[in-house]
């Protein structure tokens, strides 16, 4: 059974003020909006495929199998035995660290009646023993043997599919980290359990990371708004000189205010591409502006090569001076914030969280209305047809249109909510920073529409381009046909913002 709900999309604006002084940055948010028609369904694991074969190796213990999304690679000889060895692997693992934790326990028993140092002393010890066997320092052999037995106690099956081989050690640890927020919600651990038992080993340990984010706002949204104002107490910047002339700079911020940040550094740092005047005080104009560029009409030696820094250098040299000393690029900045919000919790009827595009972050109902409201963002609103995904924690965007008077570039939006990252399997490049590439080319008549788009990050399109990466199935159709084969229902509430 399927839910058709309403979910809110919307483009935050991003802008700096050119008499600011500072960085000022405009946060505005893209809804997407309905009411959901039908019933909400129980979430269920039905359609889903264990990833444990029924073959059995000589030892008696099912043979994992490959993710159903890679199952052609078993065909290639040198991947299939590649798996068989990681699968090997993954059960050496599991047995040695179910070995060292039997140690520790032991240790810890012998220990027992005695005063706390000693229990205390016994423990470290019998770490330190682990260590030296793993080959990790005392600091992170405690607490990979802590996540270990964590996930042993509260998520035994996925510690079965964790000694079979299954899940890795990488996917282990993410899962432990993930479910911390609710390591005493017996109940949800539970649920987690037996959903991360049939999932966990076909998605990598990013996509696991950004599942535990959605799928656990969703079990419990009052949960998820008091960890995240609790969490905000916890804000810090912290800065690291290192060794080599460099420093590194560490700052725990809002999800919101980092969002702003990154899209923001990303467009302006893009748009350095012309070529700049030598010993100039003037500062730089986007080309983006309309503005004529700093040095235009000055003789051609006057003028330094065009900018060759890679867009990650362009970025921290942006950072590094907004925050040095305040200046402001006199040319405003543009940039796109895609989020997707429940109706439900813009009208304060519910606290479930907003998603960002990608799928990769949360915010807080209460950060999203305060985003809503702000009357300084430029906003764009959407209205969008949704049908849930439980297995993947998501929404599945069925159509999409623009309430804006002005018509935005309102395809690419909508491709960016419906795809959210590269689609080839197991990226997590977000949908914003990828290529949006013709399935059928356009050379050969492909039409430039939803149905023949999806997003590829620049590497992924270079391998499609080469040969080396196949699209779908054209004949999928668009928007999905409901399970029961009927129309889905019509669109629920709209959403606008004020004039």
């Not at 090997?88 to 012998?110: D, I, T, V």
């Not at 991360?196 to 076909?202: K, Q």
């Not at 990252?421 to 013709?438: I, K, L, M, N, W």
């Amino acid at each position: 059974m399927c839910e058709y709900g309403g979910w809110c999309g919307g483009v935050v604006g991003v802008g700096a003020g050119a008499d600011s002084g500072g960085v000022l940055v405009r946060v505005g948010a893209v809804v997407v909006a309905g009411g959901g028609a039908g019933p909400d369904p129980t979430f269920g694991m039905s359609g889903g495929q264990s990833n444990v074969d029924h073959m059995k190796d000589d030892q008696g213990i099912p043979q994992p199998k490959l993710p159903e999304r890679m199952s052609h690679l078993a065909y290639v000889p040198e991947l299939a035995e590649a798996w068989e060895h990681a699968v090997k692997s993954r059960r050496q693992n599991a047995l040695q660290l179910s070995r060292l934790l039997a140690y520790r326990g032991r240790c810890r028993a012998e220990a027992d009646g005695g005063d706390l140092y000693s229990r205390s002393a016994a423990d470290q010890a019998a770490v330190r023993d682990a260590a030296v066997v793993l080959g990790l320092s005392e600091r992170t052999a405690t607490r990979v043997l802590n996540q270990a037995q964590y996930v042993r106690e509260s998520l035994p099956r996925v510690w079965e599919r964790f000694c079979a081989g299954v899940v890795c050690m990488a996917r282990l640890r993410r899962i432990a980290d993930g479910t911390g927020a609710v390591a005493n919600q017996p109940e949800l651990l539970e649920i987690l359990d037996a959903e991360l038992a049939e999932m966990a080993g076909e998605q990598n340990p990013t996509e696991l990371k950004h599942w535990l984010a959605r799928r656990i706002s969703q079990l419990d949204a009052e949960l998820y708004e008091q960890s995240a104002a609790a969490a905000k107490q916890d804000r810090y910047v912290r800065i690291e000189h290192l060794d080599c002339g460099l420093s590194f700079v560490e700052a725990l911020i809002p999800t919101a205010e980092a969002v702003s940040i990154q899209r923001r550094l990303r467009a302006a740092a893009s748009a350095m591409h012309r070529p700049q005047p030598k010993d100039t005080e003037q500062d730089y104009q986007p080309a983006s502006t309309g503005q004529e560029a700093p040095g235009a009409g000055a003789p051609e030696d006057a003028l330094t090569d065009a900018d060759d820094r890679t867009l990650a250098q362009r970025e921290a040299d942006l950072f590094s001076a907004w925050l040095r000393d305040g200046r402001n690029y006199a040319a405003p900045v543009s940039a796109k914030i895609c989020v997707m919000v429940p109706e439900p919790t813009l009208r304060g009827q519910s606290d479930e969280p907003a998603m960002g595009a990608d799928r990769s972050w949360m915010l807080p109902a209460s950060e999203i209305r305060k985003l809503a409201a702000d009357p300084n963002a430029e906003h764009q609103w959407y209205t969008a047809v949704t049908r849930k995904k439980p297995r993947q924690a998501d929404h599945q965007i069925l159509s999409i249109v623009s309430n804006g008077r002005f018509v935005p570039p309102r395809l690419r939006d909508a491709l960016i909510f419906r795809d959210g990252v590269c689609q080839h399997p197991g990226c997590t490049v977000p949908a914003e920073r990828s290529d949006f590439d013709h399935k059928v080319p356009y050379e050969r008549d492909g039409p430039t529409s939803a149905e023949n788009l999806w997003a590829l990050c620049r590497r992924h399109h270079n391998m499609k381009s080469h040969g080396y990466l196949l699209p779908p199935p054209p004949s999928t159709p668009w928007p999905p046909p409901s399970r029961s084969g009927s129309s889905p229902p019509g669109r629920g509430g709209t959403y606008r913002t004020a004039a």
